[in-house]
Each structure stands twice: as structure tokens, then as C-alpha cells.
């Protein structure tokens, strides 16, 4: 196990940092959310792993395969890095209740989450929580760290008790972090 060294930012991928394409399997779909670069920079700056966990249901319901997956994976890490970003792991459940029955690494589950903690030496009550739905941001209040739903759009869910709503990715660094320094 890693020595606890650092917070995480730990990151819901479709909604939050890109944008959710149903069902995305095709790299050249990937598109980076206004203002996303920015605040993940900002992030890695004041120290934070950057670690993606998101839901992969599309796998379990055979609409594309693990490899198409990590070549979004990929795509979302060229884009990223043309922006100086580099993240420190990417996690997944290829799982559905539906179709494969229940597992314990599917959102709001915390078993990606405490494989990354243990993977990356991260400190969990010290780590933010981001996503655009509620079982983004629950392994947040289940752990102790900082929960921040972002609030987007129309069809933005209804914020949880204990849990902090946001803008968007960049208004979740500004929170967090607090207001960017003039350069």
C-alpha cells in the first residue's frame, strides 16, 4: 500500500470532463467540455491526482467491447495532454445489474475508489469528488472527502444533503481551490 501523500480529484469522465455522448464508444466523438483542461490543470497544480471512475454499462449491454473503450480512453488522454494535463489513472465498471447481476465497483460502489486510494496513496478525507449525478458524488459522503454535483443543463439533479453544487468542472476548482490568481 502507498503512504498517504496526496488529496485526489477523483472524476466522473462523460458530463464532467467531456461531453456525454450515449453510449460512447467512438474516439473521434470525444470533445472536452468548455473550461475542463483549465480546472483539471488547476487541480494538478495544487497537488491533486487526477483519477477517473465512471459507469461503462454500454459494455455489459454489448453495445462495444473493452477495447473500444480504451481507445476513448486514449482519445480523452491526447486531448488532455495538448492541454498540459496528464491524469494519474483511469478506472471503470463494465458492469450492469440488468445484464451481469450486481457488482461492488459500479458508482456509487466504493471498490474503484478505494483501489485507486490504495493504488495511488491517496488521501480519501482530503479528496474531491466530482460528477453530474448523485452516484458520482455519493462514494464522496461515504468516504469523507468533498462531494461537488455539477448542476448543468435543464436536467440538472436535485443536490443531496452534505453535498456542494456546482457550474461546471471549472466553478468546482474555484470552490475548491478558490479564485484563480491573476498571471
Keep these: ?6 488529496p485526489g480529484l477523483f472524476l466522473d469522465r462523460d458530463g464532467t470532463i467531456i461531453f456525454d455522448r450515449h453510449y460512447l464508444s ?9 473550461g475542463a483542461a483549465a480546472a483539471l ?13 465512471s459507469n461503462q454499462s454500454g459494455i455489459a449491454r454489448g453495445y462495444f467491447d473493452v477495447a ?12 488532455l495532454a495538448e492541454q ?10 463494465p458492469h450492469h445489474p440488468e445484464f451481469t447481476g450486481p457488482c461492488d465497483c459500479r ?10 486510494a490504495e493504488t495511488l496513496g491517496i488521501d480519501l478525507p482530503r479528496s474531491v469528488f466530482v460528477g453530474d449525478r448523485p452516484s458520482d458524488v455519493e462514494p464522496g459522503l461515504r ?14 439533479p436535485a443536490t443531496p444533503a452534505g453535498v456542494i453544487p456546482a457550474r461546471d468542472l471549472e466553478h468546482a476548482a474555484t470552490v475548491v481551490l478558490g ?4 498571471r
Design 1 to 6: 500500500m502507498a503512504a498517504l501523500s496526496r
Design 26 to 34: 467512438d474516439p473521434s466523438q470525444v470533445e472536452l467540455l468548455p
Design 41 to 53: 490543470a488547476r487541480f494538478q497544480r495544487a497537488g491533486y491526482a487526477l483519477i477517473v471512475v
Design 68 to 79: 473500444a473503450h480504451r481507445r476513448v480512453e486514449r482519445k480523452l488522454d491526447e486531448l
Design 84 to 93: 498540459g494535463v496528464t491524469l494519474d489513472a483511469s478506472y471503470f465498471c
Design 107 to 116: 458508482k456509487p460502489g466504493l471498490r474503484l475508489f478505494l483501489e485507486a
Design 143 to 156: 468516504l469523507g472527502g468533498t462531494p461537488i454535483l455539477l448542476r448543468a443543463g435543464a436536467a440538472a
Design 179 to 182: 479564485p484563480e490568481a491573476e
